[in-house]
């Protein structure tokens, strides 16, 4: 008598199992020390806890997110972690060198501009590209009127702290001037004849009822 084959699981089921497969937990006596002291059990989804990062946290093993060291080879762990702005490269915003462009730039990583390295379209050096300025690949153009390649000038600290002294001094100003403009600093739009208390009314019209009355 021929035995019975039992058909095993589908190639479907077989990757239903391993895709929903989950990691067996266990308890052990050791395991609120390892919470604890390792914090060993967080899930790897949950947020960096900031607090932690600045130096200490307040709610101590019973934080929901993870306490985790930040690198201590750079000196500069808490401005990564807690600076508000952009962290953008000066690099990019410069605009790229025609020379580097037509093929070839003499200055080299010494020029002033940005060299971006691009693949020459092969549709456009055979006379036309189908894809136009929506094309990926590089189209070279030939200008003869170029102007020379200038270097790039290394700024030093004193430099950049005076450049941004300098640009502090600018936004305050045109801060000051947006405060005059729309009635803000001293005295804002109405110049401290309107409002107070009591007297210095409206052009001598006697004392005032309340605070800041018309």
Request: proline content about 10%; hydrophobic content about 25%; glycine content about 12%.
């Amino acid at each position: 008598m021929a035995g019975v084959v039992i058909p095993g699981p589908s190639p479907k089921d077989l990757s239903r199992q391993i895709l929903a497969h989950k990691a067996p937990e266990y308890n052990f006596a050791f395991s609120p020390f390892l919470f604890q002291t390792y914090r060993h059990g967080v899930s790897p989804n949950r947020p960096v806890c900031k607090a932690f990062l600045q130096g200490h946290c307040p709610l101590g093993p019973a934080c929901p997110d993870k306490h985790t060291s930040a690198n201590t080879n750079s000196n500069f762990n808490n401005l990564v972690y807690e600076c508000l702005y952009l962290h953008i490269d000066p690099n990019s915003k410069l605009p790229p060198c025609p020379h580097y462009e037509k093929g070839f730039c003499p200055l080299g990583p010494r020029c002033s501009k940005k060299h971006v390295r691009k693949a020459i379209c092969e549709f456009y050096l055979a006379g036309f590209c189908p894809d136009g300025k929506n094309c990926k690949k590089a189209h070279p153009r030939w200008p003869t009127d170029l102007p020379k390649p200038t270097v790039r000038v290394e700024r030093d600290a004193d430099d950049i702290a005076e450049e941004q002294a300098r640009l502090r001094e600018n936004a305050e100003r045109e801060e000051e001037k947006e405060r005059e403009k729309f009635g803000g600093g001293r005295g804002g739009r109405w110049g401290g004849g309107f409002g107070g208390r009591g007297r210095g009314g409206s052009q001598g019209q006697g004392r005032q009822r309340g605070r800041g009355h018309y």
